[in-house]
């Protein structure tokens, strides 16, 4: 089997050109980053304000497990199968992080025969939108520090800074660091800390912002520190979010590319869903509504992260109503979650997946108590037996889900063609789609309302940190955003070695912090890492370049 840089580097791309001319993109909306690439441009979206929206359809999968699910590789197999079927579909996906790239979990652009390209670029610069995310976080940092520098004329506690540097890589030695070192003319020595960058607001907020001048308005609300009377500093009081508009104007515009079928992709915006809201952007989702009957969109991780956020969120924020929901499992992964060592989970075992199919019902339940209809694709392994897939309908049958084998990563789009009926199925049904909470509620009612509702919690643990946080978000009158749950994402729980459909638990809130600008309330449960770090065997060290540019190791 060809690896995954070898399949794309035999595709065979068409011109950006022919991939806009299929969505009816005109030549003057489309700016161009070589000859696979481009954004589009400002002009595209009041054209066509007026055209009705296609339906959208959400793919979501269960907890993730070292067996993996193929959730990118069903979204993007599921675009191309939707051509296969003679339907007009376009894909919107996030953009990779450098960190997984070079890390452990690899890249974002799918995989075997349905992947986005060029996937080399995608997963490396890509169109600088990373760089500018990181380039404008830390300008508010460096504004930040040179104000301390320049007499603190707001009277801001060092103490009590609450915007963190920034930079797209793995790199656990910058977690917690001290700046200023050096003397009177280097700054004021204070604690500082590094997160990837997307894991940062400013991440958020541009997958938020629905224009510049909303951007620029979400920029300036970031709260970035506290003052010696405790009152609340935001980015606008130091008078920069003109400034951090002006590097982010061509990273707020989506990008176009396409999957190796030609089938045309939205790739925009990156936010992790254990520790941000986990979607591409709002502008890039809308935009792919206008032009084409069915939008196909991911959420990171499993259901209880990604999903849950993209619509508590997301749909909030942008007046989205998705129409159906796409499971994505796979027989391994439920062995796994039935108690099945990773090593062993290619051999039959009956038991084992019978006893792990609780994960996938808990997330079909919770999939439902958003008032939407769920397809359950299973993403075929070559050693998934007969007997095993026979169960499994059997199980999906009895949950009224409909259910679909899909082996896209083999065969591209001819693989998921019954998953595409089944999807266009699904969501010609009336949608019922409601958020589970209302914003307005408390912020304690929020968090519990997830998870009791979502997680199946009996309840919530708050440490003496995060009361002290949720009164002073209260005391703001910042109380009424949406919450956004930084959790593991390998567990129903907050505990990660707890599989399958846990019992008797509850949530301990560690800490709660105001995104402001990006509109909702972060909530710190378990050991939630913002600033990853590598592997023992980094996946760069087998990555490697030769003379004529050709790249390998990259997956």
């Given amino acids: 089997m060809k690896t995954d840089i070898e399949i794309a580097s035999s595709a065979n791309m068409l011109p950006i050109r022919e991939i806009a001319q299929k969505l009816h993109i005109?030549?003057?909306?489309?700016?161009?980053?070589?000859?696979?690439?481009?954004?589009?441009?400002?002009?595209?979206?009041?054209?066509?304000?007026?055209?009705?929206?296609?339906?959208?359809?959400?793919?979501?999968?269960?907890?993730?497990?070292?067996?993996?699910?193929?959730?990118?590789?069903?979204?993007?197999?599921?675009?191309?199968?939707?051509?296969?079927?003679?339907?007009?579909?376009i894909i919107a996906l996030r953009e990779p992080s450098l960190g997984p790239v070079f890390g452990i979990k690899g890249g974002a652009a799918g995989g075997g025969y349905a992947q986005v390209v060029p996937m080399d670029d995608i997963n490396l610069h890509f169109t600088g939108d990373m760089h500018?995310?990181?380039?404008?976080?830390?300008?508010?940092?460096?504004?930040?520090?040179?104000?301390?520098?320049?007499?603190?004329?707001?009277?801001?506690?060092?103490?009590?800074?609450?915007?963190?540097?920034?930079?797209?890589?793995?790199?656990?030695?910058?977690r917690n660091t001290i700046v200023g070192l050096g003397g009177k003319v280097n700054g004021m020595p204070r604690e500082d800390h590094f997160q990837i960058t997307v894991a940062s607001e400013i991440m958020a907020i541009l997958c938020l912002a629905d224009s510049l001048d909303d951007l620029k308005?979400?920029?300036?609300?970031?709260?970035?520190?506290?003052?010696?009377?405790?009152?609340?500093?935001?980015?606008?009081?130091?008078?920069?979010?003109?400034?951090?508009?002006?590097?982010?104007?061509?990273?707020?515009?989506?990008?176009?590319?396409?999957?190796?079928?030609?089938?045309?992709c939205l790739m925009h915006g990156g936010p992790f869903a254990n520790i941000a809201h986990g979607c591409n952007s709002v502008r890039a989702t809308k935009l792919a509504l206008k032009l084409a009957d069915y939008t196909i969109t991911e959420a990171g991780f499993g259901s209880d992260l990604g999903a849950e956020k993209?619509?508590?969120?997301?749909?909030?924020?942008?007046?989205?109503?998705?129409?159906?929901?796409?499971?994505?499992?796979?027989?391994?992964?439920?062995?796994?979650?039935?108690?099945v060592p990773k090593t062993e989970t290619a051999a039959e075992n009956l038991d084992a997946l019978r006893d792990g199919l609780c994960n996938l019902q808990k997330h079909v339940e919770n999939m439902k108590k958003f008032g939407l209809p769920v397809v359950v694709a299973i993403n075929r392994f070559a050693t998934d037996t007969d007997a095993e897939i026979a169960l499994l309908e059997q199980f999906c049958n009895?949950?009224?889900?409909?259910?679909?084998?899909?082996?896209?990563?083999?065969?591209?789009?001819?693989?998921?063609?019954?998953?595409?009926?089944?999807?266009?199925?699904?969501?010609?049904?009336?949608?019922q789609f409601h958020p589970i909470y209302?914003?307005?509620?408390?912020?304690?009612?929020?968090?519990?309302?997830?998870?009791?509702?979502?997680?199946?919690?009996?309840?919530?643990?708050?440490?003496?940190?995060?009361?002290?946080?949720?009164?002073?978000?209260?005391?703001?009158g910042q109380d009424r955003h949406p919450v956004?749950?930084?959790?593991?994402?390998?567990?129903?729980?907050?505990?990660?070695?707890?599989?399958?459909?846990?019992?008797d638990f509850k949530i301990t809130v560690k800490d709660v912090r105001l995104s402001a600008g990006a509109g909702f309330i972060v909530v710190y449960t378990g050991d939630i890492m913002t600033m990853p770090g590598l592997p023992k065997q980094p996946a760069a060290c087998s990555i490697d370049i030769d003379n004529d540019g050709n790249i390998t190791g990259l997956f």
């Fill in 26 to 89: 005109q030549d003057d909306e489309l700016e161009l980053y070589g000859n696979y690439k481009a954004k589009l441009s400002e002009s595209i979206y009041s054209r066509l304000n007026d055209r009705a929206d296609g339906k959208l359809i959400l793919v979501t999968a269960i907890n993730p497990t070292p067996a993996g699910e193929g959730k990118t590789t069903t979204t993007v197999g599921l675009g191309e199968a939707m051509a296969k079927i003679g339907k007009s579909a």
């Fill in 132 to 174: 500018a995310i990181t380039a404008a976080n830390n300008l508010l940092c460096a504004i930040i520090d040179n104000h301390l520098q320049q007499g603190n004329a707001l009277r801001i506690d060092c103490r009590r800074i609450l915007f963190k540097r920034c930079m797209d890589m793995n790199d656990r030695a910058l």
């Fill in 217 to 264: 308005q979400r920029l300036g609300s970031i709260l970035v520190a506290y003052n010696l009377d405790g009152e609340a500093v935001y980015a606008k009081d130091l008078h920069v979010q003109g400034a951090m508009t002006a590097l982010l104007k061509d990273a707020l515009k989506p990008n176009l590319v396409q999957t190796l079928e030609n089938t045309p």
């Fill in 310 to 339: 993209f619509f508590d969120i997301k749909c909030r924020f942008g007046k989205l109503r998705p129409s159906a929901v796409v499971l994505v499992a796979t027989i391994r992964a439920l062995k796994y979650n039935g108690g």
């Fill in 398 to 431: 009895e949950h009224g889900v409909s259910f679909s084998l899909a082996e896209m990563f083999a065969k591209g789009g001819e693989g998921g063609t019954e998953l595409a009926r089944k999807v266009c199925e699904a969501a010609e049904q009336p949608s």
């Fill in 438 to 476: 209302d914003e307005k509620l408390p912020i304690k009612e929020k968090i519990e309302t997830i998870a009791r509702e979502i997680y199946g919690a009996d309840g919530v643990d708050y440490l003496a940190g995060a009361e002290k946080a949720i009164r002073e978000i209260e005391a703001l």
């Fill in 484 to 503: 956004c749950i930084a959790k593991t994402q390998y567990s129903l729980s907050d505990n990660p070695a707890l599989l399958g459909r846990p019992q």
